[in-house]
C-alpha cells in the first residue's frame, strides 16, 4: 500500500486567512484527491489533482477558494483560501491503489479548525 | 452525478450477533462498491469491494451483496467483536472513471460487551 502523509495534521487558524495542505506519496500516481470530513459527515470529494493539468472540482466547489497544485507525481497542495468557521473540517488526499485502480488509500488527514 | 444513501446511521449489537449496513445508488452506470472503516481519529481503510459482475464476496466475517436490478448492496459481519466498532461507509464508483467515488452518509456500528 502507499504511504500517505499529510502537513500540517492540525491547525487553528482566523476567518479570513488562508492555509495550504500538503500531501505527499511515496510513490509516483497518475491522480490524487483531496476529500472534505466535516465532524461526524461523510467524505466529500472536492476535487481530482491532475499532473501537468488543472484540477477538475466537484459540483459546490470552486478554483478560487480551493487551489490546487499538483507540481509531481507524488506531491500535491490544497489551499482553503478566506477562511470561514464553515471550512472547519477534516480534509484527506487519497491516491488510487495501483494494484486496485479502484481502490483509494487515504492520507491521515488535516484537522482544520476556523475561529 | 451518483448519490448514495445508507442506512441505518447507527447501529448497536451485541458481541458475536451480525450486522448490516445497507445502501443504495442511483446511477446505473456505477459498478465498483467498496465498503470504507474508519476508526476514531484514525484514516478511513477499505475492507471489502465488490463489482457488479459479482453478486456476492466473502472474506472471513465479513460479506457483501450486490442486487444491481434493485441498486441495493449491503454488508453483511457476522460474529461481530468489540475491534468491529467503527464508522462504514459504502460508497460507488466507475471502474471506467479511474476512481472517483462517491460516498455514502455513514453508519456508526458499536458492538456492546
Known amino acids: 500500500s502507499a504511504v500517505i502523509s499529510q502537513k500540517p495534521s492540525r491547525d487553528i487558524c482566523q476567518r479570513g486567512t488562508s492555509l495550504t495542505i500538503q500531501c505527499q506519496v511515496d510513490?509516483?500516481?497518475?491522480?490524487m484527491f483531496w476529500y472534505r470530513q466535516q465532524p461526524g459527515q461523510s467524505l466529500t470529494l472536492i476535487a481530482t489533482?491532475?499532473?501537468?493539468?488543472?484540477?477538475?472540482?466537484e459540483s459546490g466547489f470552486v478554483i478560487d477558494k480551493f487551489p490546487i497544485s499538483r507540481p509531481n507525481l507524488t506531491f500535491s497542495t490544497l489551499t482553503v483560501s478566506n477562511m470561514s468557521p464553515e471550512d472547519s473540517s477534516i480534509y484527506l488526499c487519497?491516491?488510487?491503489?495501483?494494484?486496485?485502480?479502484?481502490?483509494?488509500?487515504f492520507g491521515p488527514g488535516t484537522r482544520l479548525t476556523v475561529l | 452525478g451518483e448519490n448514495v444513501e445508507q442506512h441505518p446511521s447507527t447501529l448497536s449489537v451485541q458481541e458475536g450477533d451480525s450486522a448490516v449496513i445497507k445502501c443504495t445508488y442511483s446511477d446505473s452506470a456505477s459498478n465498483y462498491f467498496p465498503w470504507y472503516k474508519q476508526e476514531l481519529g484514525k484514516r478511513p481503510q477499505l475492507i471489502i469491494d465488490?463489482?457488479?459482475?459479482?453478486g456476492e464476496k466473502k472474506d472471513q466475517r465479513i460479506a457483501v451483496t450486490l442486487n444491481k436490478t434493485a441498486k441495493h448492496f449491503s454488508l453483511h459481519i457476522t460474529e461481530t467483536q468489540p475491534e468491529d466498532s467503527a464508522v462504514y461507509f459504502c460508497?460507488?464508483?466507475?471502474?471506467?472513471?479511474?476512481?472517483?467515488?462517491?460516498f455514502g452518509t455513514g453508519t456508526r456500528l458499536q458492538v456492546t460487551l
Open positions: 510513490s509516483q500516481v497518475t491522480m
Open positions: 487519497s491516491v488510487p491503489n495501483m494494484a486496485n485502480y479502484n481502490e483509494q488509500f
Open positions: 460508497a460507488a464508483g466507475n471502474t471506467g472513471t479511474a476512481s472517483k467515488l462517491t
Open positions: 465488490i463489482r457488479s459482475n459479482v
Open positions: 489533482a491532475n499532473q501537468g493539468s488543472e484540477a477538475t472540482y
